[in-house]
Nanobody, 120 residues
Framework: QVQLVESGGGSVQAGGSLRLSCSAS?????MAWFRQAPGKEREGVAR???????TYADSVKGRFTISRDDAKNTLYLQMNSLKPEDTAMYHC?????????????????WGQGTQVTVSS
């Protein structure tokens, strides 16, 4: 079992920045951030392995940075140059398989989420 609690969401204007944190009971090999806006499907935003290998969705490349601190059991998502289309509930997730992708079906543990709202 892995417990996950997100924090750091809020309301910002376009062009602003936020840093999301995910406090975990333990970090596993593959950790990721997903987001879901009302009426839209859940989208994989970024994932990171315990080796530090990262993958990003095309929509956030160059603006978002995922990182992890295994000593603190914490996952982060630094979000810069935010756009209104980034508005969503952001969830961190922990995978239980050796495959690390942005597909949600590889993740067994999910946090409750933190809301990010970007105004134009």
């Amino acid at each position: 079992q892995v417990q996950l609690v997100e924090s750091g969401g809020g309301s910002v204007q376009a062009g602003g920045s936020l840093r999301l944190s995910c406090s975990a009971s333990r970090l596993v090999y593959c950790m990721a951030w997903f987001r879901q806006a009302p009426g839209k499907e859940r989208e994989g935003v970024a994932r990171i392995t315990s080796y530090g290998t990262t993958t990003y969705a095309d929509s956030v490349k160059g603006r978002f940075t995922i990182s992890r601190d295994d000593a603190k059991n914490t996952l982060y998502l630094q979000m810069n140059s935010l756009k209104p289309e980034d508005t969503a509930m952001y969830h961190c997730a922990a995978g239980s398989a050796s495959i690390c992708s942005l597909a949600a079906n590889y993740y067994n543990y999910w946090g409750q989420g933190t809301q990010v709202t970007v105004s134009s």
